[in-house]
């Protein structure tokens, strides 16, 4: 369950001119074998509004999962973001940020792994976030947010098209991308090599 909790990191692992008019499909992949998939929706987008989402299905064992985030943004700033992790039809931990009058936002956390999580305010200006990733390349960005663990992330370019995100529990996801848009992820949880590769064969057009 741990491995697992840990797996969805990199899921969750910028609206893009790239992710235009469709919604994107990716194979994740463990040691060579396919388990799931996650689907990166098309930027909903409207006059000073958008909207990133991203859900993701996936089997390990005898465990069947689900996870997604929404975020959304006004005017390039973050307004409200939550992630939600399912196993077995159980929820296993959600977070949910929102923008706050007392503070810059309020961020609550709930589900089975997050009963010692206490709320806590959040005082930093948030443009970009993890879901983020897959929708442009972050050129000129040091920090994302993490909509799992409520708090922000280093990112710096690795090489050209190649960007490391370092997450709170001390793992980091390698984002590559060609042309502007993110072809794939990996990352190295519990001495398991993940993937998450761009499935150009299952992309929808709208």
């Known amino acids: 369950m741990k491995f697992l909790s840990l797996l969805l990191v990199s899921f969750a692992s910028f609206a893009s001119s790239t992710v235009?008019?469709?919604?994107?499909?990716?194979?994740?992949i463990v040691a060579g074998r396919t388990i799931g998939s996650l689907k990166v929706f098309?930027?909903?987008?409207?006059?000073?509004?958008?909207?990133?989402?991203?859900?993701?299905?996936?089997?390990?064992?005898?465990?069947?999962?689900?996870?997604?985030?929404k975020t959304d943004f006004v005017q390039g700033k973050l307004v409200s973001a939550v992630s939600a992790h399912h196993v077995n039809g159980d929820l296993k931990e959600k977070t949910q940020t929102k923008t706050s009058a007392k503070s810059l936002y309020e961020i609550w956390f709930s589900g089975e792994d997050a009963e010692d999580k206490p709320k806590k305010a959040f005082n930093t200006p948030i443009n970009n976030t993890v879901t983020s990733l897959y929708y442009k390349e972050p050129i000129n960005i040091t920090q994302v947010y993490s909509e799992r663990y409520g708090q922000m992330c280093k990112i710096k370019k690795l090489s050209?098209?190649?960007?490391?995100?370092?997450?709170?529990?001390?793992?980091?996801?390698?984002?590559?991308y060609k042309n502007g848009q993110c072809q794939e992820v990996k990352t190295d949880l519990a001495g398991f090599k993940l993937r998450i590769v761009l499935n150009e064969g299952k992309n929808t057009l709208k």
Do not use: C, M, W
């Open 160 to 176: 050209e098209g190649n960007y490391g995100v370092d997450l709170p529990d001390g793992k980091q996801g390698i984002y590559t």
């Open 42 to 69: 098309d930027n909903e987008a409207k006059n000073d509004t958008e909207t990133h989402r991203i859900e993701s299905d996936f089997k390990v064992l005898f465990y069947k999962g689900k996870y997604a985030t």
């Open 20 to 28: 235009s008019a469709q919604n994107n499909t990716y194979d994740v």
